[in-house]
């Protein structure tokens, strides 16, 4: 099987490369930093706090939405109750660009997450230039070092940090070399694309009490929230399951209350 996320970072190397060449600042300057974490901690006291995320396309399923409108998108999810947004800016593979984040975040008043893969720490000062509010660092693609220079850059500039595992020996890595006190668990396995929700399941007991984890991909209905509360889990990144519904505010209200229409 060939490695996905091997090749993803390969093609990401070349791509961060140029952009160092061109330099920053060709976006005007980013509004303060909005809460990441904060915004998700409080709304998981109320219940289930969601991350939406505002995804075109993806390497395993191709284009997931055609008519597509990141600021509307970005209105219709805070309209349906979710705390924060993801916002995917991978050209290549996503169909994402930074465009994309910068005008679903003027639109809202949600804080951002910029789905990407971040390999360099330059990547932090060009998404806070953006205007992200937090980055991703996914730990399957980075070394021990590398991973931490990122965290620090990122945390230096006030963005909070997501880190993403899919496996005990990801969390045990993460938990000895980050600070971060965000966790996701990536349902879908980045190197074949397989998705399993058993995988939060798996990996919750392991997640220290102050640390907050986030359930990501493969969530399609109100009862899959629920069965992740059975493990404790009441935060979750979601993005093709409302991204393919006609009216994406109230499938993102049916997903967080259960209530249809
Ligand atoms: O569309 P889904 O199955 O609801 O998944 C959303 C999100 O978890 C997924 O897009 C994602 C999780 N980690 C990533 C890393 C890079 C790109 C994308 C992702």
Known sequence: MTDRLAEICATKRIEVAARKVQGLSCWPEPSPVRGFESALRNKADTGFALIAEIKKASPSKGLIRADFDPPAHAQAYQAGGAACLSILTDAPYFQGHEDYLVSARAACDLPVIRKDFMIDPWQCAESRVMGADAILIIVAALDDMAMSEIEDAALALGLDVLVEVHDEKELERALSHLK?????????????FDVDLATTERLAAMVPSDKLLVCESGIASHADCVRMADSGVHTFLVGESLM?????ENATRSLLTGQIG
């Open 180 to 192: 971060s006190r965000l966790i996701g668990v990536n349902n879908r396995n980045l190197k074949s």
């Open 244 to 248: 393919r519904q006609e009216n994406i």
